[in-house]
């Protein structure tokens, strides 16, 4: 079980907007920076946002993210078909043996 | 451009250890900004971070919990690469293994190596 929370699974279809969340607890989400990654299977997991709301240069400004008490949301706007994958969240999780924590994954299907 | 680049066995038989290497390019291991890391994937387990080392005047070691006892991650300076240890490897062992850059002012993994699946069986 992931210490962060996310849907298994969420869907849109072409145009719409989509929010995939992560939930945490005051250890992690609640005191750290949140990131989010993309991943297409058979491939290494990609960056979109880090440091709750920022993009590295090259991401589309479609992919925004956000961050309230112990959650965090990434926001898909405008979707596409080339958008659909699997999406994780991490934040650092402090506790006696502080470590990176990973959300369990949200597989986005383009309907 | 920082590039990694993943080697090591495929196959690995139960209770031995499991050695893979990170090569860095584009980046120092040495780096104050960084810190070098190796994250699995499984579908039971999702993504797993292991640890990770850095380098802040002195060498500093993190590993996660669920496999603190049986790990060493150690840094090669002359060959600007970092290593892998898993010792005494079951089949939960079993899965997609990636080395990583994390961003340590950012904390974010901003580079991964291409990934590398390993089996542990008989």
């Known amino acids: 079980q992931s210490v962060l929370t996310q849907p298994p699974s969420a869907s849109g279809t072409p145009g719409q907007k989509v929010t995939i969340s992560c939930s945490g607890t005051n250890s992690n989400i609640g005191k750290n920076y949140v990131s989010w990654y993309q991943q297409v299977p058979g491939t290494a997991p990609k960056v979109l946002i880090y440091t709750n709301n920022q993009r590295p240069s090259g991401v589309p400004d479609r992919f925004s993210g956000s961050k309230s008490g112990t959650s965090a949301s990434l926001a898909i706007s405008g979707l596409q078909s080339e958008d659909e994958a699997d999406y994780y969240c991490a934040s650092w999780h402090d506790s006696l043996n502080a470590q990176v924590a990973f959300g369990g994954g949200t597989k986005l299907t383009v309907l | 451009q920082v590039q990694l680049h993943l080697s090591g066995p495929g196959l690995v038989k139960p209770s031995q250890t499991l050695s893979l290497t990170c090569a860095i390019s584009?980046?120092?291991?040495?780096?104050?900004?960084?810190?070098w890391s190796w994250i699995r994937q499984s579908p039971s387990r999702g993504l797993e971070w292991l640890g990770r080392t850095y380098y802040r005047s002195k060498w500093y070691y993190e590993y996660a919990v669920s496999v603190k006892s049986r790990i060493a991650i150690n840094p090669d300076t002359s060959k600007d690469q970092f290593s892998l240890q898993l010792e005494s490897v079951t089949p939960e062992d079993t899965a997609v293994y990636y080395c990583?850059?994390?961003?340590?002012?950012?904390?974010?993994?901003?580079?991964w190596g291409q990934g590398i699946q390993v089996t542990v069986s008989s």
């Open positions: 990583a850059r994390w961003d340590h002012d950012r904390s974010f993994v901003d580079y």
């Open positions: 584009g980046d120092s291991v040495s780096s104050h900004s960084s810190a």
